[in-house]
């Protein structure tokens, strides 16, 4: 039977901000799905959560919130030319990949170290080094909570965009994702194409001896040493989406900015730095009372201690004033803010 119960939410979200849930329920199973629905019912808001990696939480939530800790991998299906994998939405994404690459299932290497739960990585259609996970998804199994019916949506039905996704995009709390199924491609063939990974000294001198694990730790390497630690100074990661901007737009910023820094997309278009932006505006390092934009990397706002959420809203606001005032470009945030 499920229960519910208030909960405070300050370490189930990777920014640390103090956040009380009224009334919280944990989900761990596909069998609890019908009395999950039933339960919902009694609410006119709903929030699912998992590792509270890409959220702002208020001090106070609405609702119920539905704690997703479901567990499970296996391997669906092995020919010679991929290997389909299931994880439980209530996996950790870092554990999947790691253990990925204990048991010889290679592809997700490049998608190391992001924080966050499995069920989670398709709504934001995760992605890092070269790798997007729309680019190693077979399909997602969701449950429409209010509607009581069980979807596989396959890969292309998902509505993948840059860090966006069908999910996403409907109302908060109408689908809780049950479990996701990857794609992994045979044979292995390493993805190098971004810079800092390409140029990684381990790999450079690993030669016709590179494989999975290496590219692994090398990912690791390079978002430990750039990115900072949640457990040790709270964040939500990138906190804006590099916006994508028209090839004249982009042409205009240049000859501004012969430095800007942007990569050219399939359909002509130019996705711009957002971190180059708001370093190039004076953020990087900057503090604003107990929060501030971390000394390394200009794309994560961090908390220092005793921040609110009106504290990260506050800072997010001040930079989209700058960056859209020196650049006419409007940073658009990534992490959902749920009140």
Known sequence: ??????????????????????????????????????????????????????????????GLVIKVESRGVHVVSESSSEIILEAQAG?????????????????????????GTVGAAPVQNIGAYGVELDQRLHSVTAWNLRERRLTEFPAEDCGFSYRDSFFKREPMGR????????????????????????????LKTAGGGLGPRQ???AVCDIRRRKL???AVLGNAGSFFKNPVVS???HES????YPDLVAYPQADGRYKLAAGWMIDRAGWKGRRMGPVGVHERQALVLVNHGGATAADIERLAGAIRDDVLEKFGVLLEQEPVAVN
């Open 1 to 62: 039977m499920l229960l519910v119960s208030a909960h405070d939410l300050s370490s189930c979200n990777t920014l640390h901000l103090p956040s009380h849930a009224a009334s919280l329920v944990r989900f761990d199973s596909a069998r609890q799905l019908a009395e999950l629905s039933a339960l919902a019912d009694r609410y006119d808001r709903l929030f699912v959560l998992g590792g509270g990696s890409n959220v702002v939480l208020g001090q106070s939530l609405a």
């Open 91 to 115: 996996e950790s994404w870092h554990g999947l990949v790691a253990r990925s690459i204990e048991e010889g299932w290679p592809g997700l290497e490049n998608l190391a170290l992001i924080p």
């Open 175 to 202: 689908w809780l994702i049950v479990s996701v199924r990857l794609r992994l491609p045979k044979p292995w063939a390493p993805v190098l194409s971004y810079p800092d990974l390409r140029d990684h000294p381990a």
């Open 215 to 217: 590219v692994f730790e």
């Open 228 to 230: 900072p630690d949640p």
């Open 247 to 249: 090839q004249a737009r």
């Open 253 to 256: 910023l240049n000859r501004q």
